[in-house]
């Protein structure tokens, strides 16, 4: 019985160490399943060519962190998936941590073979560390023609030197104030034009609301001062980085975090709005409590079909320091693909980028609200009376893609959150903060040139109303 | 074959004292804790001299370590964790006590209690955390509702967003997901003591509260003594509830050791800067040498505990 007991404690622990051992040797290099279930490794062009030979469909699996465009983008996976005879398209929206999974992924391996562009620091480290390839050698004249390759190429965010890395299908504005059209009808109010008009103006809405409404909102957990003050700031001309100087100021901020402190302290900012994440905000601005939002593009169908808004809302442009407008809104080029380097299909890759990418496609794409048109070419092809509220965030010609700052890491906070921090009104000193900043960021953009790590971005002829305009130069030192 | 004959018997010798199966049935855990604990660690120690953003590592010396000294935020996370800790222990330890007294013998519904107390411990501390962040909205939230309704306060209290008042929101949080564990643990030594021993105590006509001083508590040291290190040590490693009410906010108020370095290493959803592996990894050492002789001070401590039953 003992000698029983024994062996099957034995053959438990063996099992146990076995399975543990199994589980712990996957891995390592892309898998494909074939249609007959057996698993491969992803290997070679060859494999390519025997699956074609053999009829099965090649698996791309495609990554995506928008989700807003999910209903669109499965309609059009389905319809490629039904109509080509060689590819299968395994789309994948991934939730939370899309950088971080993709990083993970490729570090192991399994990278997907496609996956929805990233921010330009993600962008810089992807290039550098050969996670993704150039796309030069598979663009074609008909391609390059539908998305006007040669006029969006945007060093540092799609392309390093004469590689591009990622197409840019269309783009997202910059921010708008998103106004409650009723409230400001009712009370005979204007859409501030300047930053210090807006204390004035959300205390008149707050007094008139009386606890039912409020002057204005922030999502103070999800990126509140990016949100629209970063954007007001551009536009009057101020940036985190002197083009033109190669450091960074966070100066010019100044009077825009004394002028949230002043609405703090005026009690007009929606309670709660410190802590409160953007889909909240959305809520309750579409509930008529809220005077003023702010955001891109991206509320045209927020606010149409997510949270659908009980009242009359209009779009304004963002108030700037003086009324004028004294430099561009940075908008950010987006419904890109990238590729990833380790894909044993790259030319199957590439076909379905192309297709996303396709006039149809982009068509059904810009005409659903889910970006605005990026080339002169989609935007003449789409019908403008479809794009509904989108509409509203389009054909501002104050806007363009800002040169990307070099990316450093500061020793303390990044500049959003200890400038949104000095907003607070219990929060630190606003002079002590961007003087903390100044340093923090130019020190480490110093060290960060000297190792290599980073280049000092140079534009001495830098023309904040026209950014694009002006002699780039990267220097050593 | 002498030799083969005897190392044959060594191993039979050692199949039969349990020595073998022994080996064999460890290994998979031994297999696991080199794995899962054993190995990120060195990988951890490995980055500490190096600025690493997940992709290049960039040799920096002594850099890392030299920044800890001048990080106020960090050191304001350790006062932030100590504080945490120290207001969640002084309520979940008597909560959880006061529970597992009452609820320990069989009355009706006593059960079920139990049950309704536990839940929060199998539910994932990211889930609650979420529904407790719409318990403590400002603007109609259930909270201030209730307190506004029982005539306690006039204007709605920004539980979150205030910097006077998110460690208690965090605390409160914290206290209500982790008693009902604890209350377990506690109901499960005191069903270890013997009831000839109360009985004894009644026939010397002692009261309850005297029965709970002299009796309950003394022979519950042992346990207690293991309940309290578990709490001190998850007190200090707490940060998932944190990031999902507060993220460290508001202003780094709520920051706590193992949040501050779990956006420094994992980055935050929103921002578009570089990780600090090698920074991150300094910081968690030194993070886990402060818990590590805290525990080692309860311990010294709490010895006693052990001599009482």
Same mark, same amino acid.
């Given at each position: 019985?003992?000698?029983?007991?024994?062996?099957?404690?034995?053959? @438990?622990?063996?099992?146990?160490?076995?399975?543990?051992?199994?589980?712990?040797?996957?891995?390592?290099?892309?898998?494909?399943?074939?249609?007959?279930?057996?698993?491969?490794?992803? !290997?070679?062009?060859?494999?390519?060519?025997?699956?074609?030979?053999?009829?099965?469909?090649?698996?791309?699996?495609?990554?995506?962190?928008?989700?807003?465009?999910?209903?669109?983008?499965?309609?059009?996976?389905?319809? %490629?998936?039904?109509?080509?005879?060689?590819?299968?398209?395994?789309?994948?929206?991934?939730?939370?941590?899309?950088?971080? @999974?993709?990083?993970?992924?490729?570090?192991?391996?399994?990278?997907?073979?496609?996956?929805?562009?990233?921010?330009?620091?993600?962008?810089?480290?992807?290039?550098?560390?050969?996670?993704?390839?150039?796309?030069?050698?598979?663009?074609?004249?008909?391609?390059?023609?539908?998305?006007?390759?040669?006029?969006?190429?945007?060093? #540092?965010?799609?392309?390093?030197?004469?590689?591009?890395?990622?197409?840019?299908?269309?783009?997202?504005?910059?921010?708008? %104030?998103?106004?409650?059209?009723?409230?400001?009808?009712?009370? #005979?109010?204007?859409?501030?034009?300047?930053? &210090?008009?807006?204390?004035?103006?959300?205390?008149?809405?707050?007094?008139?609301?009386?606890?039912?409404?409020?002057?204005?909102?922030?999502? !103070?957990?999800?990126?509140?001062?990016?949100?629209?003050?970063?954007?007001?700031?551009?536009?009057?001309?101020?940036?985190?980085?002197?083009?033109?100087?190669?450091?960074?100021?966070?100066?010019? %901020?100044?009077?825009?975090?004394?002028?949230?402190?002043?609405?703090?302290?005026?009690?007009?900012?929606?309670?709660?709005?410190?802590?409160?994440?953007?889909?909240?905000?959305?809520?309750?601005?579409?509930?008529?409590?809220?005077?003023?939002?702010?955001?891109? &593009?991206?509320?045209?169908?927020?606010?149409?079909?997510?949270?659908?808004?009980?009242?009359?809302?209009?779009?304004?442009?963002?108030?700037? @320091?003086?009324?004028?407008?004294?430099?561009?809104?940075?908008?950010?080029?987006?419904?890109?693909?990238?590729?990833?380097?380790?894909?044993?299909?790259?030319?199957?890759?590439? *076909?379905?980028?192309?297709?996303?990418?396709?006039?149809?496609?982009?068509?059904?794409?810009?005409?659903? !609200?889910?970006?605005?048109?990026?080339?002169?070419?989609?935007?003449?092809?789409?019908?403008?009376?479809?794009?509904?509220?989108?509409?509203?965030?389009?054909?501002?010609?104050?806007?363009?893609?800002?040169?990307?700052?070099?990316?450093?890491?500061? *020793?303390?906070?990044?500049?959003?959150?200890?400038?949104?921090?000095?907003?607070?009104?219990?929060?630190?000193?606003?002079?002590?903060?961007?003087?903390?900043?100044?340093?923090?960021?130019?020190?480490?953009?110093?060290?960060?040139?000297?190792?290599?790590?980073?280049?000092?971005?140079?534009?001495?002829?830098?023309?904040?109303?026209?950014?694009?305009?002006?002699?780039? *130069?990267?220097?050593?030192? | 074959?002498?030799?083969?004959?005897?190392?044959? +018997?060594?191993?039979?010798?050692?199949?039969?004292?349990?020595?073998?199966?022994?080996?064999?049935?460890?290994?998979?855990?031994?297999?696991?804790?080199?794995?899962?604990? /054993?190995?990120?660690?060195?990988?951890?120690?490995?980055?500490?001299?190096?600025?690493?953003?997940?992709?290049?590592?960039?040799?920096?010396?002594?850099?890392?370590? $030299?920044?800890?000294?001048t990080d106020s935020i960090y050191w304001n996370s350790v006062l932030?964790?100590?504080?945490?800790?120290?207001?969640?222990?002084?309520?979940?330890?008597?909560?959880?006590?006061?529970?597992?007294?009452?609820? +320990?013998?069989?009355?009706?519904?006593?059960?079920?209690?139990?049950?309704?107390?536990?839940?929060?411990?199998?539910?994932?501390?990211?889930?609650?955390?979420?529904?407790?962040?719409?318990?403590?909205?400002?603007?109609?939230?259930?909270?201030?509702?209730?307190?506004?309704?029982?005539?306690?306060?006039?204007?709605?209290?920004?539980?979150?967003?205030?910097?006077?008042?998110?460690?208690?929101?965090?605390? /409160?949080?914290?206290?209500?997901?982790?008693?009902?564990?604890?209350?377990?643990?506690?109901?499960?030594?005191?069903?270890?003591?013997?009831?000839?021993?109360?009985?004894?105590?009644?026939?010397? =006509?002692? $009261?309850?509260?005297?029965?709970?001083?002299?009796?309950?508590?003394?022979?519950?040291?042992?346990?207690?003594?293991?309940?309290?290190m578990l709490a001190i040590t998850t007190a200090f490693k707490d940060?998932?509830?944190?990031?999902?009410?507060?993220? =460290?906010?508001?202003?780094?108020?709520?920051?706590?050791?193992?949040?501050?370095?779990?956006?420094?290493?994992?980055?935050?959803?929103?921002?578009?800067? +570089?990780?600090?592996?090698?920074?991150?990894?300094?910081?968690?050492?030194?993070?886990?040498?402060?818990?590590?002789?805290?525990?080692?001070?309860?311990?010294?401590?709490?010895?006693?505990?052990?001599?009482?039953?």
């Amino acid at each position: 019985m003992k000698r029983t007991r024994k062996l099957a404690a034995l053959g @438990l622990a063996g099992m146990m160490a076995v399975s543990a051992l199994t589980g712990c040797s996957s891995g390592g290099g892309t898998e494909t399943k074939t249609t007959n279930g057996e698993t491969q490794k992803g !290997g070679s062009a060859e494999e390519t060519k025997k699956e074609a030979a053999s009829g099965e469909k090649v698996k791309i699996t495609v990554w995506t962190d928008n989700r807003h465009d999910l209903d669109y983008m499965n309609k059009v996976v389905d319809e %490629f998936n039904k109509t080509n005879d060689h590819i299968q398209i395994d789309y994948v929206a991934q939730t939370e941590n899309y950088v971080n @999974l993709l990083t993970m992924a490729a570090n192991s391996g399994q990278s997907p073979d496609i996956f929805s562009q990233v921010n330009p620091t993600d962008f810089k480290n992807f290039a550098e560390s050969g996670i993704i390839q150039p796309l030069n050698e598979y663009m074609t004249d008909k391609f390059k023609k539908v998305n006007e390759v040669d006029e969006h190429k945007y060093e #540092g965010y799609n392309v390093q030197g004469d590689k591009v890395y990622w197409v840019p299908g269309g783009k997202r504005s910059g921010s708008r %104030f998103i106004y409650n059209k009723e409230i400001f009808d009712k009370l #005979g109010l204007q859409v501030p034009k300047k930053v &210090s008009d807006i204390p004035a103006v959300s205390k008149a809405i707050t007094e008139a609301g009386k606890g039912d409404y409020y002057g204005i909102i922030f999502p !103070g957990a999800s990126g509140p001062f990016e949100r629209w003050i970063e954007h007001s700031a551009e536009m009057s001309g101020i940036t985190p980085y002197s083009y033109k100087e190669g450091k960074f100021d966070f100066t010019g %901020f100044k009077p825009y975090i004394e002028m949230v402190r002043q609405l703090l302290a005026d009690n007009s900012v929606f309670p709660g709005s410190s802590s409160m994440k953007i889909d909240p905000v959305r809520v309750q601005f579409s509930e008529g409590h809220v005077g003023i939002h702010a955001n891109a &593009s991206q509320e045209a169908t927020v606010l149409t079909e997510q949270f659908p808004a009980k009242m009359e809302w209009g779009v304004a442009q963002l108030p700037t @320091l003086d009324g004028e407008i004294r430099g561009s809104e940075a908008c950010n080029p987006n419904t890109g693909w990238m590729m990833s380097a380790s894909t044993t299909h790259s030319k199957e890759a590439w *076909e379905v980028i192309a297709y996303f990418e396709s006039e149809n496609v982009l068509k059904g794409y810009l005409e659903g !609200g889910y970006a605005l048109p990026i080339s002169k070419y989609m935007e003449e092809k789409i019908d403008k009376t479809k794009i509904g509220r989108m509409a509203d965030f389009a054909g501002a010609d104050y806007e363009a893609v800002l040169p990307v700052a070099p990316s450093v890491t500061p *020793e303390g906070e990044t500049y959003r959150d200890a400038l949104w921090n000095a907003c607070l009104q219990e929060g630190s000193s606003i002079d002590e903060t961007i003087a903390k900043l100044n340093k923090t960021y130019n020190d480490a953009l110093d060290k960060e040139v000297k190792m290599g790590k980073t280049k000092r971005l140079v534009i001495k002829d830098y023309d904040s109303l026209h950014p694009n305009a002006g002699t780039i *130069e990267y220097l050593d030192k | 074959m002498n030799e083969k004959k005897s190392m044959g +018997q060594r191993i039979k010798k050692k199949w039969n004292n349990g020595d073998i199966p022994m080996w064999l049935m460890l290994f998979p855990t031994i297999f696991f804790i080199v794995v899962m604990s /054993i190995y990120p660690f060195a990988w951890l120690i490995r980055y500490v001299f190096y600025d690493y953003n997940g992709f290049k590592a960039y040799f920096v010396g002594l850099a890392n370590f $030299n920044r800890v000294f001048t990080d106020s935020i960090y050191w304001n996370s350790v006062l932030h964790t100590f504080e945490y800790a120290f207001l969640k222990l002084l309520f979940v330890l008597p909560l959880s006590l006061m529970t597992a007294v009452l609820l +320990q013998r069989k009355r009706f519904g006593s059960q079920l209690f139990q049950g309704i107390y536990f839940l929060p411990t199998v539910i994932s501390s990211a889930v609650y955390s979420l529904i407790w962040y719409f318990i403590f909205a400002t603007y109609n939230g259930v909270l201030n509702s209730f307190l506004r309704a029982v005539g306690l306060i006039n204007d709605p209290i920004d539980w979150l967003g205030s910097s006077k008042t998110a460690m208690i929101a965090v605390v /409160i949080v914290a206290v209500w997901g982790a008693f009902g564990n604890y209350m377990i643990l506690l109901i499960s030594g005191l069903t270890g003591i013997p009831s000839d021993v109360y009985e004894s105590a009644q026939i010397d =006509g002692a $009261n309850g509260i005297q029965t709970f001083f002299k009796i309950t508590l003394p022979m519950l040291g042992p346990v207690l003594k293991v309940v309290i290190m578990l709490a001190i040590t998850t007190a200090f490693k707490d940060y998932e509830s944190i990031l999902v009410l507060t993220a =460290g906010g508001p202003n780094n108020r709520t920051h706590v050791m193992f949040s501050y370095i779990f956006q420094m290493v994992f980055g935050t959803s929103q921002a578009a800067s +570089q990780l600090q592996i090698g920074y991150g990894s300094v910081l968690s050492i030194i993070s886990a040498l402060i818990v590590g002789i805290v525990t080692i001070i309860y311990l010294k401590f709490s010895k006693r505990m052990d001599e009482i039953s």
